[in-house]
């Protein structure tokens, strides 16, 4: 029995390894992590009191722990607070046989883990393992197939069957280039996704996370792979992106504004001043957005190429003036609902002032006595700006001359709203017209 005991401490040892102060260091364990909930902004995921990684939604990340007992902490970081604050907390015990995925989600408006946890065994050289963890509250049993582009998939029984927030099973496949099928679980006519091909070489162990994407872009269902190289959403067979415009051209006049080529028809045809157009699907490709006065498109005013990235929205920004030139700006969009806070975006078509101060404080405050939130150049956008609901007071100033070009105006921001305030010449030149869009009510 201690022949035995001390043969199982080395190989223990031999296994484990030692730190730098001898200490025997238990194996590891490979983790995975990703953040599936649409409705919360950045976290920050930790073991113990050690950050392992920031993540937005849609972002995932691999690493490895030591084998062993750790409390992790997925934080965040209120609006108006200056600290991270936890959100939730879970105990749980690596095992060094098992590889590990942890799935930041909301469940029922509750935070929670859901922890996928799978045999740390690598499938044989001949086959390829494939796991799909189901992050969708409100979607469905999914049935899961890999299958070669065009399979008639009532033909072909499904893999495995995937519910919200429980651990599948992972399964194994021949090495292939094939397309992931979700369907409706025993409706294999309604299909939800398709991918785009899903190289899987031999001992390939890939595990993909199906998520709610909001109303991040134009899809109705995520899905995105967690590996050491590569994490992030993958590609859907038939994904569109969506394209709007709005133009502030100082002579206030239609333009016609085309895609790719003056010589098809414009996409959106005689737009108006100050008018944000409806959103157009656009093929998921580079594009130029091309301007020109109404009827004459040999006479382009400004071009800009972008590139439509899949599933997702955008708004052209067209403004300035025919005499020192038309630019336009191109953003891409985020409209996801967070709780507990507002979202807000500025952007600036004032092209007759060079620089614009923005005040957007409590109503009834001295803007004398504080500094602007923001200060904005012609064209310039700014990211989604995180708010308490509450009211605030708009006033823009010329930072020149401190002249008052604008407000001030109240304006109300709701929970999980997402608000656009887009800054215009006013008639005459001299002031600025605020043009409030995306969820924005005017009192």
């Known amino acids: 029995m201690k022949i035995s005991h001390w043969l199982y401490v080395a190989a223990l040892i031999v296994t484990a390894g030692c730190d730098g102060n001898g200490a025997v260091r238990l194996p590891p364990t490979e983790v995975r992590i990703f953040h599936a909930a649409s409705n919360v902004e950045t976290v920050s995921f930790n073991r113990e009191r050690e950050q392992i990684g920031v993540l937005d939604y849609g972002e995932g990340l691999a690493t490895s722990f030591d084998s062993g007992q750790y409390d992790f902490h997925v934080q965040v970081q209120p609006v108006g607070v200056n600290a991270l604050v936890d959100l939730v907390s879970i105990n749980e015990t690596l095992s060094a046989s098992l590889d590990y995925t942890f799935i930041f989600i909301m469940e029922n408006g509750q935070p929670g883990v859901f922890i996928v946890s799978k045999d740390d065994v690598l499938p044989s050289g001949t086959a390829s393992r494939i796991t799909i963890a189901h992050a969708f509250e409100g979607r469905g049993d999914l049935d899961v197939y890999f299958e070669p582009p065009g399979t008639v998939l009532t033909t072909v029984i499904p893999l495995t069957t995937i519910s919200f927030a ?3 099973s992972g399964f194994e496949v021949a090495p292939a280039n094939n397309h992931i099928f979700l369907t409706t679980a025993g409706d294999p006519s309604d299909v939800v996704f398709e991918s785009e091909p899903q190289a899987v070489a031999a001992g390939a162990d890939r595990v993909y996370v199906v998520s709610d994407p909001g109303a991040l872009g134009t899809d109705d269902i995520l899905v995105s792979r967690i590996g050491t190289v590569g994490t992030g959403r993958i590609g859907q067979i038939g994904q569109e992106s ?6 502030g051209i100082d002579d206030r006049l239609a333009r016609d504004i085309y895609l790719d080529d003056t010589l098809t028809p414009p996409l959106f045809p005689a ?3 100050g008018v944000f157009s409806a959103y157009e699907n656009t093929e998921v490709s580079s594009h130029a957005v091309i301007t020109t006065p109404v009827i004459t498109p040999g006479t382009e005013e400004s071009a800009l190429n972008y590139f439509a990235r899949p599933g997702l929205l955008f708004t052209a920004l067209i403004v300035g003036d025919t005499v020192d030139g038309v630019v336009t700006r191109i953003v891409e969009e985020d409209k996801r609902s967070i709780d507990g806070e507002a979202a807000l975006r500025f952007a600036n078509g004032a092209s007759m002032f060079d620089i614009i101060d923005i005040y957007f404080e409590i109503p009834g405050t001295d803007i004398t006595t504080v500094n602007p939130l923001l200060f904005l150049g012609v064209t310039d956008v700014t990211d989604r700006i995180r708010l308490a609901p509450n009211d605030y007071e708009i006033t823009v100033v010329d930072a020149i001359t ?5 407000g ?28 409030l869009f995306d969820d924005f009510v005017v009192p």
């Open 166 to 168: 429980t651990n599948p």
């Open 242 to 247: 969506r394209l709007r415009v709005i133009q």
């Open 408 to 435: 001030p105006q109240i304006l109300t921001v709701d929970d999980g709203g997402v608000y656009g305030v887009l800054l215009l010449n006013a008639v005459g030149g001299s002031t600025v017209d605020i043009q």
């Open 271 to 273: 737009q108006p001043f």
């Open 402 to 406: 401190q002249a008052v070009l604008a």
